[in-house]
């Protein structure tokens, strides 16, 4: 196979697990391989950091084993545009799902995501690793 018959191939569909910086993310990870497995996706791990903030460098190694133990790496963007960010990982990459941990509160960028792109089934993971599917009508009732 050509390098130009390689790169006409479509890009394979993406479960994409947003973390951030703490050792419990494991949960949100293992949530995300069992998607992946389940809808036979590639599985990516991506946090978000703020500019200024280098993040707990511990935390990140641990979770950057987490993800390569299961199947994917760990990928750390460093932006001021948070919702931004993730917004424009999830557009330009094949995504149809994405784990996440549970939102805040009413201002978690989480439920503007859900608005953003009807198309990508969300799902949340509480405090147990238990995965539930997001339901943005629901979520500003």
């Given at each position: ?16 697990v947003?973390?951030t ?9 293992k ?21 200024e903030?280098?993040?707990?460098p ?7 084993d ?13 932006s ?5 960010t ?26 503007s ?8 089934r ?13 339901e943005?009508?629901?979520a500003?009732?």
């Amino acid at each position: 196979m050509s390098n130009i018959e390689i790169s006409r191939q479509p890009a394979r569909r993406q479960t994409l697990v947003l973390v951030t910086d703490q050792f419990k993310c494991e949960r949100i990870i293992k949530a995300g391989r069992a998607i992946s497995n389940i809808t036979h996706t590639q599985l990516r791990v991506l946090s978000v950091s703020q500019m200024e903030r280098m993040g707990d460098p511990i935390a990140l190694q641990y979770l950057f084993d987490i993800a390569r133990e299961n199947g994917s790496v760990l990928e750390i963007v460093f932006s001021d545009a948070f919702e931004e960010t993730i917004a424009q990982s999830i557009a330009e990459s094949n995504t149809v799902n994405v784990v996440t941990g549970e939102p805040g509160d009413d201002s978690s960028v989480l439920y503007s995501l859900w608005e953003q792109f009807p198309g990508v089934r969300f799902f949340t993971t509480d405090p147990e690793g238990r995965l539930n599917l997001a339901e943005p009508v629901a979520a500003r009732a």
